[in-house]
Every structure is written in C-alpha cells, then in structure tokens.
C-alpha cells in the first residue's frame, strides 16, 4: 500500500507584531497496490503518518529599513516501509504569497536549487543541507536587519511540482524530523493587519 498525507498550516503575519504558523487540520489520502507485498511489509500492514509542532510565533517590528525573524516548524514523518518515504511541501492554493485583503507579502525569488537572500517585503522557507541552502545551523532570531549568509526559497504554489524537503530509503520508526525554517522581512510600507497562506506538508511512503 503506498500512502500519503497532507498537513495544513495557517501561516499568518501581523504587521507590527509577529509572524504566526499555525495548524488547523490533517488529512489523509491512500491508493492501494494488488495483494502481495510492498517493501517488507505485507499488503495493508504498512502505515505512514505525519504530525507537526501546533504554531511558531516570531515577533517582528518593522522599520524603516525592514526587520527579519526567522524560527522553524518540525515535521516529524512515522512509518515500517522498508522503501522510506519523501516528504515535500507547497502552498495549498495558487498563490504563494501572505495575503491581507488587498496587501501581500511576496514570496522570495529564489527556488531550491538556487536559494536567494531575502530582500524587504518577502517570505521563504529553508531546510538545512537540503538543495543550494547549505548546512546551516540556521537559528532562530527576530528582529534582525537582514539575514546575510541564510539563504531562503520561495514555497512552490499547489498548480507546480512540490519541492522535496526529506527523503528516506530505509524506514522511520522512531520517527524521523525535519526542521523547516521559515524568514520574512518587513518595512513600514506593509499594512498593519494579518496576512495569511496556507501551506500543505506531504509524506508518500516510497
């Protein structure tokens, strides 16, 4: 049997205040192979689950000049597959922007394979040793000029490909996570208010 699941988060900023993920749901979806086996498994024995931490608040002031926070979510993927499992991510609409009303906060130019700085007024998301990011650590900070020398990328919108943020050949039993940072830069030409997107975690067992 090879399954996948989703994981939703609100990911919602307040200009002036903090810059929030949250999580409202889980969802599951499945596609059955014939009878037999699958990896070690025997047909319908072989489960996979995800979970992630319930919100991250990062506190930022902007200025003039634009402040950054940046702090991470950890995604944590359980299952006996023998074959591992690939876990990606991407926003749950089309667009992969922090939406207020009329206002948004764009997301970063860069993509995975060639992260880019963040400038003012932009978003991303980095994992550590995954694509051009580097090893990092990456650490969570607020309030920050701009974070030089961490590299971010934009978060792949639900009509393209998903970018691989994990993957396994082996199985994760304990559960094996993934720490996934996430920046944003703002200035005082953003509108105070709450702005928000939501963004779909996947795990597929191999």
């Known amino acids: 049997m090879k399954s996948f699941f989703s994981y ?3 990911v919602t900023f307040f200009s002036l205040i903090c810059f929030l993920i949250c999580i409202p749901g889980l969802s599951a979806f499945a596609s059955n192979y014939g009878s037999g086996t699958y990896g070690s498994c025997q047909y319908g024995s072989c489960g996979i689950s995800i979970s992630s ?13 634009g402040n950054c926070s940046i702090g991470s979510d950890t995604v944590s993927v359980l299952t006996d597959d023998s074959n591992g499992y690939t876990l990606t991510i991407a926003t749950s609409t089309s667009n992969n922007s922090l939406v207020n009303g009329a206002s948004s906060i764009t997301s ?4 995975q394979a060639s992260p880019s700085y963040l400038s003012i007024n932009t978003w991303g998301y980095r994992v550590d040793g ?6 990092g650590p990456t650490i969570t900070q607020s ?3 701009f974070p ?9 919108s639900s009509s393209g490909s998903p970018d691989t943020i994990a993957t396994d050949s082996s199985a994760a039993d304990p559960a094996v996570n993934t720490s996934v940072w996430y920046g944003v830069c703002a200035d005082t030409n953003i509108t105070a208010g709450n ?3 939501q963004i779909t975690y996947s795990a597929i067992a191999n």
């Open 108 to 111: 970063t130019t860069g993509n």
């Open 195 to 197: 702005y928000t997107a």
């Open 8 to 10: 939703k988060l609100s």
């Open 130 to 135: 995954i694509g051009g990011f580097g090893t």
């Open 53 to 65: 931490d319930n919100s991250l608040n990062l506190n930022i002031t902007p200025t003039s000049s």
């Open 143 to 145: 309030n920050i000029s």
């Open 148 to 156: 030089n020398g961490t590299l971010f990328a934009t978060i792949p």
